[in-house]
């Protein structure tokens, strides 16, 4: 995880590159005992707070994971539901091997997954691989992510 400040009305843009090797088969975002995935780039609205002092803030998380899930679904989290929403942005193993650039509008995105203006900037941003759940093996790398913000006026 990494610390940032970024205002989404003017730093709308972002875009990252991964690759995913291995896909765990029983994932299943919706279901709380298999909701693994293969990659996410998590997006935090707001201070997270700490390990030991969770702040429960909206959190949009982008996924690559099975194709039980389709290519720009959302999906509210079974574990904390209303709080991190997944936006699938690969689902399934077609380009399972390669690396992928993604770029998407971070404000569209949070707008569309949770209904309203993001309360705060973007406090922190991270990358995760997740098999807790399934204990299924899963490999993924990441590579370079950017936020593209407009020129103020």
């Not at 982008?62 to 539901?81: H, K, L, N």
């Not at 770029?103 to 309360?119: I, K, M, S, V, Y």
């Amino acid at each position: 995880m990494r610390d940032v400040e970024v205002d989404t009305h003017h730093c709308r843009q972002i875009a990252w590159s991964w690759r995913v090797e291995r896909l765990q088969a029983d994932a299943d975002l919706r279901e709380r005992g298999k909701e693994d995935v293969a990659a996410a780039l998590f997006l935090i609205f707001g201070h997270p707070g700490s390990v030991l002092s969770p702040n429960p803030v909206p959190t949009l998380r982008y996924v690559w994971t099975t194709q039980r899930e389709t290519p720009g679904a959302i999906i509210d989290s079974p574990y904390m539901p209303g709080v991190v929403r997944s936006l699938v942005v690969r689902a399934g193993p077609a380009g399972l091997g390669a690396w992928h650039r993604e770029q998407r509008d971070l404000l569209a995105d949070f707008r569309r997954a949770f209904g309203h203006e993001p309360p705060e900037p973007v406090r922190a941003v991270a990358i995760f691989v997740d098999n807790d759940q399934t204990g299924q093996p899963v490999e993924a790398y990441f590579g370079s992510a950017e936020v593209t913000c407009a020129v103020k006026q």
